[in-house]
């Protein structure tokens, strides 16, 4: 059974930085890409960020695109969210997914087969 644990998130301000962490269970994490996606109250989980297992390759969603940055290190299973200049509309809980290097839909949720419980990011006006 892979666990996926989130952390980092808080309350802040606008225009602050956050840095999340997700670390995973189990020896294969760096054979699988990996991805963060968020779900504010009252909508939908979005995509976020992606990157592939090796880290060659990095995915964002428009929003995001320039503020947040995805990365991981596979010698501790870990892959990060750094987010900065953010914003109100960047609140919401924020997962770590994990999906097979056979799936390439990397916005699809259902591509992905273990999720984290979440870590709560508030940023204030």
């Known amino acids: 059974q892979v666990q996926l644990v989130e952390s980092g998130g808080g309350l802040v301000q606008a225009g602050d930085s956050l840095r999340l962490s997700c670390v995973a269970s189990?020896?294969?994490?760096?054979?699988?890409?990996m991805g963060w996606f968020r779900q504010a109250p009252g909508k939908e989980r979005e995509f976020v960020a992606a990157i592939t297992w090796s880290g060659d390759n990095t995915y964002y969603a428009d929003s995001v695109k320039g503020r947040f940055t995805i990365s991981r290190e596979n010698a501790k299973n870990t892959v990060y969210l750094q987010m900065n200049s953010l914003k109100p509309e960047d609140t919401a809980v924020y997962y770590c997914?994990?999906?097979?290097?056979?799936?390439?839909?990397?916005?699809?949720?259902?591509?992905?087969?273990?999720w984290g419980q979440g870590t709560q990011v508030t940023v204030s006006s």
């Open positions: 997914a994990r999906r097979p290097i056979y799936y390439s839909d990397y916005r699809r949720l259902s591509q992905y087969d273990y």
């Open positions: 189990g020896r294969t994490f760096s054979s699988y890409n």
